[in-house]
């Protein structure tokens, strides 16, 4: 029997726009997801799992599963549509919020997660220095409201992968020196709220939630151990030391001068990173990397979990040991979990929690109403193992959420790519009924919980 700690808040994750629907109810602001034209093959984002409106039932499902813990994310189009305050949009994240804690269940919200206000887009998105403070503002709104019954606040789900595969999940491409500017201005948002929330004197924790994998050099050649490490600061610590330690990582900033992509930091930008810094780490893992550092040919992202190149630095490479997953082909790498977990603590020694990690696969709804999800099962089970054995390493780990908590919509894959525990009888082109339905996951996972820990 693996025990976990007494405490371990296992839970599970969503995001508001992949699984609320409502997109335009209640006043809502339409977000960058609402607008954007769905991906060939997808249907879009307005539907979604229709949580918004099956909110009650959806908790008491999560109270039947045992969560400890519920990640989600608040649409910051409900709660400040074109900048205005809408009572409507707070009122529903006061609901639930309230209904997981009335079952016993801890709400951990991201603040933003993928769904930037299509009105502030229009103004340049993140890339205008003014969208720092409608984020602070924003902020400031759930601190008044919610500040005293959360315990941990996450500020931006993977701000990384938002920079290096913007196209994939909903953002405009644009040259590096753009993203890289937009991504600076992320970080003093992220900085300034952080501040905010500490001189607040709020009772819980805030910490950013990238998206964190542990990169393998393709062979033992002295070249390709420097790629990797190129790769690690680019893609990692960079999100991560500005989030920590509140400065700029070196070799990263090396990367982004060679690329002309350095962006504009001002005296007082850096005054503010270095005074809002974390408290904890959140962070996504699904899959690790692998680079070499000869031909460097370069390559953007596919998705969030590809992988991608930079030409002079390293060149991403399959890595021949790992099984790869039916549906995206994304590396399966358990002890991966546990690399990463290694380096995030021994670099910050901050608290961690895992706040997304899943199998994203077709299901099938037999005629009893059944899912035979096997194959997540093995996916979950070998990733906790690997979570104990961190934990029992010496990593202050507090708590696991993986993706996701019901079916909802994949960023780029629409609503065939599964991960729920839940599933939610629809499909791309059909809304079916929405009815729920546990699969074989849902009570492995209820187990799990029961046991605190694997058998
Ligand atoms: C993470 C995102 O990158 O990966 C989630 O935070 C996303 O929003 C998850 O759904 C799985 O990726 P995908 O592309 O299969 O939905």
Redesign the pocket.
């Known amino acids: 029997m693996n025990t976990f700690p007494k405490d371990f808040l296992w839970g599970a994750s969503t995001?508001a726009y992949?699984v609320e629907g409502a997109w335009n109810e209640d006043g809502k602001e339409p977000s960058v997801q609402d607008v954007r034209p769905p991906v060939p093959g997808t249907t879009d984002f307005k539907v979604a799992s229709d949580h918004y409106h099956h909110m009650k039932e959806d908790v008491q499902l999560f109270k039947e599963l045992g969560l400890k813990a519920y990640r989600f994310s608040i649409a910051w189009t409900r709660v400040l549509p074109n900048g205005k305050l809408n009572p409507a949009g707070l009122q529903f994240y006061q609901e639930l919020i309230d209904e997981l804690l009335a079952n016993g269940i801890e709400p951990i919200p991201t603040v933003f997660?993928?769904d930037l206000p299509a009105s502030l887009q229009a103004q340049g998105g993140w890339s205008n220095r003014k969208t720092i403070d409608a984020f602070v503002e924003y902020c400031q709104v759930l601190f008044d409201n919610f500040g005293d019954r959360i315990n941990y606040w996450q500020t931006i789900?993977?701000q990384n992968?938002l920079v290096f595969?913007g196209a994939?999940?909903g953002g405009e491409q644009a040259d590096w020196k753009d993203v890289f500017q937009g991504n600076h201005h992320m970080l003093v948002a992220q900085a300034k709220v952080m501040k905010l929330y500490h001189e607040g004197h709020y009772p819980g924790k805030i910490g950013p939630a990238p998206?964190i994998a542990c990169v393998y050099p393709k062979t033992e050649a002295p070249e390709d151990m420097l790629a990797a490490e190129y790769m690690s600061a680019i893609r990692n610590w960079l999100f991560l030391d500005a989030a920590v330690f509140g400065t700029y990582n070196t070799m990263a900033w090396h990367i982004l001068e060679t690329l002309h992509a350095a962006p504009e930091v001002t005296e007082e930008d850096r005054e503010i990173m270095l005074a809002g810094t974390a408290d904890f780490i959140a962070f996504?893992y699904?899959n690790s990397m692998t680079v070499s550092g000869a031909n460097t040919k370069g390559g953007g992202a596919k998705?969030?979990?590809s992988g991608f190149s930079l030409p002079g630095f390293f060149q991403m490479e399959q890595n021949e040991q790992l099984q790869t997953t039916a549906?995206?082909k994304w590396a399966i790498d358990p002890v991966g979990l546990r690399t990463t977990a290694h380096q995030i603590y021994s670099r910050y020694r901050l608290p961690l929690l895992i706040t997304?990690n899943?199998l994203?696969q077709e299901d099938i709804l037999t005629e009893d109403g059944q899912v035979h999800d096997d194959y997540r099962i093995d996916y979950l089970n070998d990733h906790i193992q690997q979570v104990y054995l961190a934990i029992q390493d010496g990593v202050e780990l507090f708590g696991y959420c993986p993706?996701?908590a019901l079916d909802?919509?994949?960023?780029?894959?629409g609503y065939k790519?599964r991960?729920g525990f839940i599933y939610v009888n629809r499909d791309d082109f059909d809304l079916k009924d929405l009815k729920r339905y546990k699969k074989d996951s849902f009570y492995w996972y209820q187990k799990v919980i029961q046991d605190n820990g694997l058998a």
């Open positions: 995001s992949q997660h993928f789900n993977e992968m595969a994939a999940i998206n996504n699904y998705d969030q979990q549906f995206s997304e899943g994203g993706w996701s909802l919509i994949s960023t780029h894959e790519k991960y």
